[in-house]
């Protein structure tokens, strides 16, 4: 077809513009919107794109930029502080869970060698999936993060020998030992012209491409430098994600770091899309129906043995005791790799052609069922998690003329160490027991327990507290404790802190008078010091601070009356932003005209 090209481009973008948004609002998440818009576009669906496989190597591109990006974040020295994770537990990883699958295996009757490559494969995990769900939740930067991603890194790795040994089980190992010392120093060759023309070439060109000035220049070498470098690594037969990598990890400290990011990030997203799209379609729905009680079974039990091995080894890896489980089903299923081990272990008569469509259907199977795995955890294991965490209230020293806090947060805890440097009686409430241990620590007494709670608050004294400061975190358990007091202790003095213009105004419904914004405040000091910088005088600053300051108080109560009422409460909003530029049309007017006279003064002198 002529516009052959537009129009699976069509589909592409119109499956994902309907079904991630779709998955996201019933809490699926967006992979799991992608994988089912491919299996709805492909063969087995309404059979719009019937070309899988040729999509699926060129959507791998998505994560070849995904790799590079990482490894711009990762300076050498900060990669190097990283070793011992990425060899000591993905090594754990990658052996434990392919010893489980192997023995498993020949415990049921298969070939050593079948059991071996198929646990080798299946010990990977998809990189796509994992990293994408911890940037959505994120999570990258967390301990549990850190460990997936220093395994996920020694999985590539991996990937290369696992390939590499594939041969030498089946019959091309009669191929002899003189072209894999040939393989093995070309591979040595190209990754030590890679490190030297990252450090010594590439810097140089990306500084005279800068200064042409032209930002889609820069933007098209950014993309021919991740493409040449992945099709040198697919020559010499390594993983492209692994070279893309590299070649990030020696720009990571350059000048251009943030400049590349940048000018990639869009091709990224949409390619990784991609990626998920053709995983979804790869789905052989015919191996599938051919017999789907051994499929399923063989799925069942692949995802049981990778999560349990996975679940044992977090509880050595610095995992959160909260987050191993989301840590096991992040992990569980089965990678992009696997596909390459799969099939490189038919060519060599390792695996049959059946063998092989089986185990690439699981592998794609698991997938899918990874987001659903992680849906199981959110709805199901994280709150029972949460509410086994949960311990009695802590009892309460009845005290008088005191204050008490809930809450003691950021917020809470500037208000409390004011207080009690001017030498104020507190009761502090918390519900973070990992907090209160910690604040115990320094020694602040702080309570356990739910400051909703009627009875909590009669013993922390609150008939006879002088005040309440309301610093919770959550609105929705703000307005509920505001509303418990005023129900039980209508003469205790309330005041509050305020998320957002909506808490504030829902505080305000409930008779609480001294409310302050939690950010209004140091966003007004800030712009302050921005005036300061632009060339503002010291007392010019500050009055524009303060007229601002008073202007916005002013409007937000003049508003109010009206804020349930969407069109009135807009119009008044956009009539207290024009009143507000004519304020300060009036004094810069007035401020010139003061110039003025004072140079024509001079004049006259």
């Not at 098209?220 to 040449?228: G, Q, R």
């Amino acid at each position: 077809m002529e516009h052959s090209l537009l129009i699976n481009a069509l589909v592409y973008l119109a499956a994902a513009v309907i079904a991630v948004p779709v998955a996201k609002r019933f809490g699926l998440g967006a992979v799991l919107g992608y994988l089912l818009a491919g299996i709805a576009i492909g063969p087995w669906g309404l059979k719009l794109v019937v070309e899988v496989e040729d999509i699926l190597h060129f959507s791998e591109f998505g994560v070849v930029l995904l790799l590079f990006m990482i490894g711009l974040e990762l300076e050498p020295k900060r990669l190097w502080s990283l070793r011992r994770p990425i060899f000591g537990w993905g090594g754990a990883q990658v052996a434990g869970v392919a010893a489980a699958l192997a023995g498993a295996a020949m415990l049921l009757g298969v070939d050593w060698k079948v059991a071996l490559i198929a646990a080798l494969g299946l010990s990977l995990s998809s990189t796509a999936i994992a990293l994408a769900t911890l940037d959505e939740r994120n999570l990258r930067n967390t301990p549990t993060g850190s460990a997936a991603f220093s395994i996920l890194l020694f999985q590539d790795i991996a990937a290369i020998p696992m390939i590499a040994i594939v041969p030498v089980l089946g019959v091309a190992a009669a191929e002899g030992s003189e072209k894999g010392w040939l393989g093995g120093a070309r591979i040595a060759v190209t990754l030590v012209a890679l490190v030297l023309g990252g450090r010594y070439l590439l810097r140089p060109i990306l500084r005279a491409i800068a200064k042409t000035g032209m930002r889609e220049i820069f933007t098209s070498f950014a993309l021919l430098l991740v493409i040449s470098i992945a099709l040198l690594m697919q020559w010499i037969g390594m993983s492209m994600a692994l070279g893309s990598f590299m070649a990030g990890v020696l720009l990571a400290d350059s000048e251009y770091r943030h400049a590349l990011e940048s000018d990639l990030e869009p091709f990224k997203g949409l390619l990784l899309g991609l990626f998920f799209i053709a995983v979804g379609m790869s789905v052989d729905f015919g191996v599938f129906f051919a017999r789907p009680g051994l499929i399923l079974m063989l799925v069942a039990g692949f995802l049981a043995i990778k999560i349990a091995v996975l679940y044992g080894l977090s509880k050595r890896f610095a995992v959160p005791r909260s987050q191993q489980a989301l840590f096991a089903f992040l992990l569980s299923q089965g990678g992009e790799f696997a596909f390459v081990v799969f099939g490189a272990a038919e060519t060599a008569k390792v695996f049959t052609a059946e063998v092989a469509s089986i185990l690439v259907v699981v592998v794609a199977l698991s997938m899918v069922a990874t987001p659903l795995l992680l849906l199981l955890h959110d709805r199901v294991l994280a709150p029972r998690w949460r509410e086994a965490k949960k311990r009695p209230a802590d009892i309460i020293e009845t005290q008088e003329d005191h204050v008490i806090i809930a809450g003691f947060g950021r917020f809470g805890q500037i208000v409390g160490r004011l207080l009690r440097a001017n030498q104020i009686a507190l009761t502090v409430l918390d519900h973070d027991p990992d907090q209160i241990e910690l604040l115990r620590k320094f020694g602040l007494k702080v309570f356990y327990g739910d400051a909703t709670r009627v009875d909590l608050l009669t013993a922390a004294g609150a008939g006879k507290a002088r005040a309440l400061v309301v610093a919770v975190d959550s609105v929705e358990d703000s307005l509920a404790l505001v509303d418990a007091v005023r129900r039980n202790f209508p003469d205790l003095k309330i005041m509050a802190r305020a998320r957002n213009v909506s808490h504030l105004y829902d505080l305000m419904d409930r008779g609480v008078t001294i409310i302050e914004r939690e950010t209004f405040e140091s966003a007004l000091q800030l712009g302050q010091s921005v005036l300061r910088h632009l060339g503002f005088g010291a007392y010019r600053a500050r009055q524009a601070a303060q007229k601002f300051r008073l202007h916005n108080i002013q409007s937000l109560h003049s508003v109010y009356p009206y804020y349930k009422d969407q069109e009135q409460f807009i119009s008044m909003a956009r009539q207290s932003r024009d009143e507000l530029n004519e304020m300060f049309a009036r004094d810069l007017a007035a401020l010139e005209e003061e110039k003025n006279n004072w140079n024509d003064g001079d004049k006259l002198q």
